[in-house]
């Protein structure tokens, strides 16, 4: 019995640990995710209000490309892999690359603050122009 009740504990926190995924981290995936897709309303909903029209403008420089350019642009992947927390902001740092040349790795921070009680993606001018 008890090593039952062992091992029912052991899975438990072994599934809490991996299930833990940080909620900025999550936040930075579910919004890099969406931009890789082109899925503006998905990302508007992830940001804060004062970066929705520069998502406005990035969407109506894609709304003219074909679905081959768009598929081009597409061709990314990406891997988080620092999350730092201060207070109500957060920034989430995370490598970056086209799959065609995944040896050309950049690293990118991306800022991230509460809003109206939830983590968004900070897209406001000031952290854009960094």
């Known amino acids: 019995m008890k ?3 062992y091992l029912i ?3 438990v926190i072994l599934f809490s640990f991996t299930a833990c995924e940080k909620k900025q981290a999550k936040v930075a995936r579910e919004f890099l995710e969406a931009m890789d897709r082109h899925d503006y309303d ?13 998502l406005d403008m990035l969407e109506s420089f894609t709304e003219g490309l074909s679905d081959a350019a768009l598929e081009e642009n597409a061709n990314t992947d990406f891997k988080i892999i620092k999350t730092v927390v201060k207070g109500d902001s957060a920034t989430v740092t995370y490598e970056y690359w086209q799959k065609a040349e995944p040896d050309s790795i950049d690293i990118v921070e991306l800022p991230l603050v509460i809003e109206d009680g939830e983590w ?3 897209l406001s001018k000031d952290n854009v122009a960094k």
Do not use: M, N, Q, T
């Open 42 to 54: 998905r990302a508007r909903e992830l940001s804060v209000k004062s970066g929705h029209e520069i």
């Open 120 to 122: 968004k993606v900070d």
């Open 9 to 11: 504990l052991v899975i």
């Open 3 to 5: 090593k039952l009740l």
